[in-house]
T-cell receptor, first 113, second 116 residues
């Protein structure tokens, strides 16, 4: 099993640019989560999908952030426009259920200058 | 507000010392509990989990944790640490009742440094 796949692994962009992060969950997992990790705030849940449907997006910081899951094997997290305070490591995780153990991807380290 | 607290932010131990990392949560209902580890530069990996049954759970790499419901605690232990245990450790809690939200709530993490 390849595990959760995320791309890119590193992204450096200038303020104001659009950033798209990608995630491929583990096959057969129907729950997908996007997290953000910073030194100041630790790990924060941004959004949770179940069966491709967004269930809880209360953690999305603001309208600049959007996430989609067009099918069971792909999800994107988009930031438009990006700001320096968005710099963080963004993790995608998948699970067989909301309550089960979550398998994390390697993360995307985003730097916005 | 509901939360997960890890008492020790930074721990430094010598090899072969015993480890105990504290974790308390404030959710009132039934919860599922996890400990994750993040080695330097890597992603989070599951160490162990508790859903129900025996409150003493054993995980990978010699780690174990004990769920004490009356204390709302899920402390992580290892009898003898190794240099390779140097990592960040996260306690995580999810309420079984979705009325309490859908998030896997993480503590702030404990950074463990094991010295030779």
């Amino acid at each position: 099993d390849a595990g959760v796949i995320q791309s890119p692994r590193h992204e450096v962009t200038e303020m104001g640019q659009e950033v798209t992060l990608r995630c491929k969950p583990i096959s057969g997992h129907n729950s997908l989560f996007w997290y953000r990790q910073t030194m100041m705030r630790g790990l924060e849940l941004l959004i949770y999908f179940n069966n491709n449907v967004p269930i809880d997006d209360s953690g999305m910081p603001e309208d600049r952030f959007s996430a989609k899951m067009p099918n069971a094997s792909f999800s994107t997290l988009k930031i438009q426009p990006s700001e320096p305070r968005d710099s963080a490591v963004y993790f995608c995780a998948s699970s067989t259920s909301r309550l089960g153990e979550q398998y994390f991807g390697p993360g995307t380290r985003l730097t916005v200058t | 507000a509901q939360s997960v607290s890890q008492h020790n932010h930074h721990v430094i131990l010598s090899e072969a010392a015993s480890l105990e990392l504290g974790c308390n949560y404030s959710y009132g209902g039934t919860v599922n509990l996890f400990w994750y580890v993040q080695y330097p530069g890597q992603h989070l990996q599951l160490l162990l989990k508790y859903f129900s049954g025996d409150p003493l759970v054993k995980g990978i790499k010699g780690f174990e944790a004990e769920f004490i419901k009356s204390k709302f605690s899920f402390n992580l232990r290892k009898p003898s640490v190794q240099w390779s245990d140097t990592a960040e450790y996260f306690c995580a809690v999810i309420p079984v009742n979705s009325n309490s939200g859908y998030a896997l709530n993480f503590g702030k993490g404990t950074s463990l440094l094991v010295t030779p």
